[in-house]
């Protein structure tokens, strides 16, 4: 049983940044992939960013790509999304989650998921 815990949302204004931090319990990882999903009001849970827990290799959804930043600290067990240059449309409660595989782009391959951090970013 793996338990995540998302920090670090809130309100900022566009152009600004903010960093999320999950931290993660119960397990001890090993080939895992750790994810970012996103939620916005009345819309599907979008993929964002994941990296592998062994490697630290990235991937990102283009809407955030070359703004937002994945990385963990395997010493924490914590994975954090650095995002810069946040747009309104950036608005929505970010999940964190992990995958017990080696790889995972699809929401449906995520086992573990967090309780959300919200973030919204005003015009």
């Known amino acids: 049983q793996v338990q995540l815990v998302e920090s670090g949302g809130g309100l900022v204004q566009a152009g600004g940044s903010l960093r999320l931090s999950c931290a993660a319990s119960?397990?001890?990882?090993?080939?895992?992939?750790l994810g970012w999903f996103r939620q916005a009001p009345g819309k599907e849970r979008e993929f964002v960013a994941t990296?592998?827990?062994?490697?630290?290799?990235?991937y990102y959804a283009d809407s955030v790509k070359g703004r937002f930043t994945i990385s963990r600290d395997n010493a924490k067990t914590t994975v954090y999304l650095q995002m810069n240059s946040l747009k309104p449309e950036d608005t929505a409660v970010y999940y964190c989650?992990?995958?017990?595989?080696?790889?995972?782009?699809?929401?449906?391959?995520?086992?573990?998921w967090g309780q959300g951090t919200q973030v919204t970013v005003s015009s």
């Open positions: 990296i592998t827990w062994i490697g630290g290799s990235t």
């Open positions: 989650a992990v995958g017990l595989r080696d790889k995972a782009l699809r929401r449906k391959e995520y086992d573990y």
């Open positions: 119960g397990s001890t990882f090993g080939r895992y992939v």
